[in-house]
Each structure stands twice: as structure tokens, then as C-alpha cells.
């Protein structure tokens, strides 16, 4: 089972960047896609972003894209998300996501909160 920590949350001024990181356990973990995914107060979980085993598929939800990039280090187990002009909007939990046929697996979660 693939364990999951993320960590780079905290309190940022609107306008600002975080990056997050995500480390995975799985000694495979070059055979997992990987994401982020985030959930606001009161609202639903939502998809932020999305990288393939290889990095070569990317894709982006559409509430970040155009100020996010995920990445993946293989040889290291990580996987990150850049996001850049950070919004009062953004404010959520942020979720490390392993996939690999029908299983997923979720980390703790680390806390973003945009100040404006």
C-alpha cells in the first residue's frame, strides 16, 4: 500500500506562490499516476491536476490552470505541484493522490490558506 505525506502548505499573501510536495513510500511508485486534488470548506473535492507514471501526460483542472505545474521525481518518489498567483479562492486542504488501475491512494492532506 502506497503512503502518502505531503507537505508545503501554509499562509500565503494573495498573489503568492507555494510549492507542494508530495513523498510516496512505494518503492514502484514509478508505476503510479499521481495527483493533487483539493477540498474547500463546504464544498466538494476537487481536481487540480494530474501527472502519467513517465510525466509525459499532464493535465490540469480548470480553477489553477494556467498558474500551476505538477512534476514528478521518480528516482526520488516525489511529486510536486507549483502554484503561482495564489488567490483567497485557492484556500483548501490540498490532497496527494496515487492511482494505478482502480486503486487509489490519499495522503493527510496539507493546508493552504490565501490571505487577501
Known amino acids: 500500500q502506497v503512503q502518502l505525506a505531503e507537505s508545503g502548505g501554509g499562509l500565503v499573501q494573495a498573489g503568492g506562490s507555494l510549492r507542494l510536495s508530495c513523498a510516496a513510500s512505494?518503492?514502484?511508485?514509478?508505476?503510479?499516476?499521481m495527483g493533487w486534488f483539493r477540498r474547500a470548506p463546504g464544498k466538494e473535492r476537487e481536481f487540480v491536476a494530474s501527472?502519467?507514471?513517465?510525466?509525459?501526460?499532464?493535465y490540469y483542472g480548470d480553477s489553477m490552470k494556467g498558474r500551476i505545474t505538477i512534476s514528478r521525481d521518480n528516482a526520488k518518489n516525489m511529486v510536486y505541484v507549483q502554484m503561482n498567483s495564489l488567490k483567497p479562492e485557492d484556500t483548501a486542504v490540498y490532497y496527494c493522490n496515487a492511482h494505478i488501475g482502480w486503486r487509489n491512494y490519499w495522503g493527510q492532506g496539507t493546508q493552504v490558506t490565501v490571505s487577501s
Open positions: 501527472i502519467s507514471m513517465s510525466g509525459s501526460a499532464i
Open positions: 512505494e518503492r514502484t511508485f514509478a508505476t503510479y499516476g
